[in-house]
């Protein structure tokens, strides 16, 4: 069955160092692959996205990468701030309806 | 802020209820998707609609129902409310449309509906 892991529950990192997020996803052949930002009680708020013909993928700090090979995809955050504190979700696009399919979520505390 | 709106922002049922949420979606935006997340984990798909029709639909029972109206908000119907149905409710919104081609449009998320059932 289809399956999308991201690499921890949670991660804690140091301000100003970078955080890197992992997801890998099993039986799915994605056209896209999108990062989501969530604050608790809040919904998700898009970030990045990335088509499957493309490697790497930049915004501000932010950076995403792409390996269709591996199934994989990793998120970078640089010079972390205690304010990119949140829950990160990756989530593949497919169908018609382009329906995205999430992971459970990495939950990043970056800490002062 | 993403403009799109959702109501109520918390709910509380029982067994056996039915319940509707409403979501605005942002101004120019013809398709809503909804998703169910449950606590620690990530959304899932219920179903989405483009231009008031059902364009896909997740792993969900028909006791899951939805319905777009002509100024794109929608609603989402859940009849025999079970235990397991107590979640955040997530619409979202986009511009895009129907079947296959290269373009895709972001998903804006409301902020949800927590619904509780007792």
């Known amino acids: 069955s289809q399956k999308i892991e991201q690499n921890s529950e949670a991660l804690n990192i140091q301000e100003g160092k970078t955080a890197t997020l992992t997801c890998n996803y099993t039986n799915y052949s994605p056209a896209y692959l999108q990062w989501y930002r969530q604050d608790p009680g809040r919904g998700p708020v898009f970030l990045l996205l990335?088509?499957?013909?493309?490697k790497e993928k930049r915004k501000e700090r932010l950076k995403v990468t792409f390996d269709t090979t591996l199934k994989q995809s990793l998120f970078h955050i640089t010079a972390s701030q205690p304010a990119d504190s949140a829950t990160y979700l990756c989530?593949?696009?497919?169908?018609?309806?382009?329906?995205?399919?999430f992971g459970s979520g990495t939950q990043l505390t970056v800490l002062p | 802020e993403t403009g799109v709106t959702q109501s109520p922002t918390h709910l509380i049922k029982t067994r056996g209820q039915q319940v509707t949420l409403r979501c605005s979606s942002q101004s120019g935006h013809n398709t809503v998707s909804w998703y169910q997340q449950a606590l620690g984990q990530g959304p899932q798909f219920i179903f989405q609609y483009y231009r008031e029709e059902e364009n896909g639909r997740g792993n969900f029972p028909p006791r899951f129902s939805g319905l777009q109206f002509p100024n794109y908000s929608s609603e989402l119907n859940v009849n025999a409310l079970e235990l397991d149905d107590s979640a955040l409710y997530l619409c979202?919104?986009?511009?895009?449309?129907?079947?296959?081609?290269?373009?895709?449009?972001?998903?804006?998320f409301g902020p949800g509906t927590r619904l509780t059932v007792l």
């Open positions: 989530a593949l696009t497919r169908g018609s309806a382009r329906q995205l399919t």
């Open positions: 979202a919104s986009s511009g895009g449309g129907r079947g296959g081609g290269t373009v895709i449009s972001t998903q804006y």
């Open positions: 990335i088509r499957e013909n493309e």
